[in-house]
């Protein structure tokens, strides 16, 4: 595994650092007025979500992990365990639920998610950008309610709460940001 200097580390770099997996959240490079530049990085760790803040000097070196992406079919879930299978292989493993964290109601059958491995050991998992949900709940349309950025609350088919502009009804298909948790369009 390649090393990099404390002052390469970017957001989103795997890192092992303290016989453990971190992912780079949040990096700031500090030149203080006396002494060298660091990289203050904010870490969290893949395994079990704790989080770390951590000096790198310039002149650290930092072992970076290069995960493996596979494209994986989601099946089923079974007792908090999500069944996917290899797109490629048709070879089906297992996930804990809690991998893909807040986006997991976002999870349809037969979507396509992105699973990055360790040494066999899936650390992470994301789901598409854009998902296409229906909205359950949400109040009626008001005429003449034309307020610029006036946004109503809606439920979605998957129980979510996110707010949708006025012209948005009942029993409506809309595209779902599933980074921002946000209304992105309709379908």
Known sequence: ???INGNEIRPGNVLEHNAGLWAAVKVDHVKPGKGGAFAQVELRNLRNGSKLNERFRSADKVE???LEQKDQQFLYEDDGMLVVMDIE?????????????ERRPFLQDGMTIVVEFHEAEALNATIPQKVICKVVETEPVVKGQT???????AILDNGVKVMVPPF???DEDIVVNTET????ERA
Do not use: C, W
Request: hydrophobic content about 35%.
């Open 1 to 3: 595994m390649p090393k």
């Open 64 to 66: 970076r992990v290069r």
């Open 89 to 101: 292989t048709y070879e089906q493993i297992q996930l804990p639920a809690d991998l893909l964290g």
């Open 147 to 153: 307020a610029a950025n006036s946004f109503k609350p």
């Open 168 to 170: 948005v009804g009942q």
């Open 181 to 184: 948790m946000e209304y992105s």
